[in-house]
């Protein structure tokens, strides 16, 4: 919003007091921290091929020239009836990805290009075999047409893997929660059998192939995804046959797609599961990781996504209903620091208008509460919602009210009883009453 910020706080000195510091460092905290050192941040690739290193354009080139050699049968078998139909039917079929032909000498399929190059730290004998093996599994998982396919797991969607929105840089986001899966029949249902977990994998790459969708392939432009995987309440042992394959999928057919994997509500028990994923992971594929225990999504995903396209789960604004509305609208950020008590005000609403907002605090935990200020002199301030308290777990309220006089509403977050700071956001739209 471009308007004078409508917030005001209210500190208590009392609790400005420094919270002692532990003496004894938590599981999870030991282990991002040896996260840390273990993974120097990403970096993306630009995949101007002009800004590359003169062994990595000769790379590049090389492996144009490996591809051409090793498909250059699949273009001449279309002129004798075979089929192709004479003008690289076949060809586009048998070295193509996400509709880009891999040897059309464009820079759509430079980026694709270099991306089995980059994963494979530019060895181009090694980046060939990767792309070969990936083509021949795309054709044989028939990948280029399952996007439309129904395979019956409507009441997964939405829940277990979906693309919802964008990060701060554009890229589509990708949310995963197996936590689902802890209750037995639904695991069963799911899982019980090698077809059924076939199947399931065959969704999980459905999913993926829609965000792929939303990408440029185009040098400077969004050619990655964001995946945000929740760990809460996830069968490790149950599930670790899934997850081990749907990761080999991942990383074998799909080099350099995915910008930052970001696990939330990351459990004690995941360095076991690191240990078992590790072996299967590049060291530039760990460099992307960002881990977030128990109780701070919201803080970390705030950092990489806009609150409006955050899910009200994970201490977002952005409901599924909303996206039949088109973009979301904007919010405003904020932070409520420990022992504040911040006031959202927003004036100027006019007699018989409406105003509808959506507030969040990150792991709540505060009291919360909005009343209407008209004003007339005389008036009684109206109690919109009493001051109540909101469990961590709460998700984003969503409220509305029309004013019978002018006024001004007063939206406000009471964190005096804690020491924590926390991440917030909000936003709201004032419509007046319609002209007869």
């Known amino acids: 919003m471009e308007s004078p910020s409508p917030i005001s706080s209210q500190q208590q000195q009392q609790q400005q007091q420094q919270q002692p510091p532990s003496s004894k460092k938590s599981f999870v905290t030991t282990l991002m921290e040896a996260a840390a050192l273990r993974s120097p941040s990403f ?39 075979g089929e192709g139909d004479g003008d690289g039917e076949v060809e586009g079929v048998g070295a193509s990805m996400w509709g880009i032909p891999l040897l059309s000498g464009d820079e759509r399929a430079d980026v694709v290009l270099l991306k089995f190059l980059r994963a494979r730290d530019f060895r181009v004998a090694d980046a060939h075999a990767m792309l070969e093996k990936c083509l021949a599994w795309r054709s044989e998982f ?32 990708c949310y995963n929660a197996y936590g689902v899966f802890k209750d037995k029949d639904m695991y069963e249902r799911i899982f019980g059998d090698d077809e059924k977990l076939k199947r399931f994998l065959r969704w999980r790459i459905q999913v993926l192939e829609r965000g792929m969708r939303a990408l440029h392939f185009k040098p400077g432009g969004v050619n990655s995804l964001i995946q945000v995987t929740d760990l809460k309440d996830m069968p490790k042992r149950e599930l670790r046959v899934a997850s081990t394959q749907i990761l080999s999928l ?10 930052r994997k970001i696990f939330i509500n990351v459990p ?32 970390t995903l705030y950092k990489f996504i806009r609150p409006e396209d955050i899910p009200v789960q994970y201490g977002g604004l952005s409901r599924p209903s ?38 969040v605090v990150g792991g709540w935990d505060l009291e919360y509460s909005a009343e209407f200020v008209p004003n007339a002199e005389g008036s009684y301030t109206v109690a919109v919602e009493k001051p109540r308290k909101m469990s961590p777990s709460e998700e984003a309220v969503h409220n509305s009210y029309t004013a019978r006089e002018a006024g001004k509403m007063v939206i406000s977050v009471d964190n005096t009883a804690s020491r924590r700071k926390k ?8 419509r007046k009453a319609p002209a007869f």
């Open 423 to 430: 991440v917030a956001a909000y936003r709201y739209i004032v």
């Open 142 to 173: 028939k990948a280029d047409g399952i996007g439309e396919e129904d395979l019956g797991f409507k009441e997964l969607e939405g829940v277990v893997a979906y693309m919802r929105g964008f990060d701060r840089e554009g890229h589509p986001v």
């Open 250 to 259: 991942f990383q074998d057919n799909y080099p350099e797609m995915v910008a």
């Open 322 to 359: 909303d996206l039949q509305n088109g973009p979301p609208k904007p919010a405003s950020e904020f932070t409520v620091k420990g022992g504040e008590k911040v006031n959202i005000q927003v004036e100027g609403i006019e007699a018989n208008a409406t105003i509808t907002w959506d507030i």
């Open 43 to 81: 970096k993306e690739d630009t995949y101007f091929v002009s800004r590359l290193k003169s062994s990595e354009q000769k790379a590049l080139q090389d492996l144009k020239l490996k591809l051409s050699s090793s498909h250059s049968s699949d273009s001449g078998e279309g002129g004798e009836g």
């Open 268 to 299: 004690w028990y995941f360095s076991m599961l690191y240990s078992v994923f590790s072996p299967f992971l590049t060291q530039r594929t760990k460099s992307k990781f960002v881990i977030s225990k128990e109780g701070n999504v919201a803080e």
